[in-house]
Each structure stands twice: as structure tokens, then as C-alpha cells.
Nanobody, 114 residues
Framework: VQLQASGGGLVQPGESLRLSCLVP????????RSWYRQAPGKQRELVAS???????NYEDSVKGRFRISRDVRANMLYLQMNNLRLEDTAIYYC?????????WGQGTEVTVSS
């Protein structure tokens, strides 16, 4: 089972993008839906997560700029990214975590460049 991420692209600093991720309904018992990113030469890091109960968590550098949301009925996860910076350039991955498994999407590339 694989998640399907989309919405990446090339933008200028200060612009916005919205990432989307289809989380298959066949995945049951999801504890967290999350977005990770991996910049060139760096380790993958957690960007934002939303728990089953709705609690959200953000990496410090994106607080106030990014917003994670979900539409459970539509099996969708979103990441609204505003005021993008050069350092936000990375491949972004969506993730669904259950009690015993991690499910990943294929990644969508975000490039912020002037």
C-alpha cells in the first residue's frame, strides 16, 4: 500500500504551495498522518504531523508558515505552505503511521528559487 503525494513545483521565495496526499482507505488504525522532507545531502526530517485526535505538531522552522490538515472522509492529507524560503527546498513525503506499520508516498519535489 502506498500513499500518493502531489502538488510540488518550482516557486519563488515568499510564494505558496499546497501539497496533497491520498491516504488509502484500506489503511486502518492510523495514529498519525505526517509530512516529512529530505533536502539534498540531509536526513529526512519531520515537517508536520496530525494525530488521530486532531492535535498538530510542526517543526520549528515552519511554524506559522505551514499548516497541516486532513479530510478523513476523502482520505486526503494536505500541507499548505506559505511564505516559502530557499531552505524549504526538498522532496516532501507523506506518511501514515499505525501501531505496527509506516506507510509512505513516493515524494513530491518542492524547489524554492529566485
Amino acid at each position: 500500500v502506498q500513499l500518493q503525494a502531489s502538488g510540488g513545483g518550482l516557486v519563488q521565495p515568499g510564494e505558496s504551495l499546497r501539497l496533497s496526499c491520498l491516504v488509502p482507505g484500506s489503511i486502518r488504525g492510523i495514529w498519525y498522518r505526517s509530512w516529512y522532507r529530505q533536502a539534498p545531502g540531509k536526513q529526512r526530517e519531520l515537517v508536520a504531523s496530525i494525530a488521530a485526535g486532531g492535535t498538530t505538531n510542526y517543526e520549528d522552522s515552519v511554524k506559522g508558515r505551514f499548516r497541516i490538515s486532513r479530510d478523513v472522509r476523502a482520505n486526503m492529507l494536505y500541507l499548505q505552505m506559505n511564505n516559502l524560503r530557499l531552505e524549504d527546498t526538498a522532496i516532501y513525503y507523506c506518511n501514515a503511521k499505525t501501531s505496527n506499520s509506516d506507510y509512505w508516498g513516493q515524494g513530491t519535489e518542492v524547489t524554492v528559487s529566485s
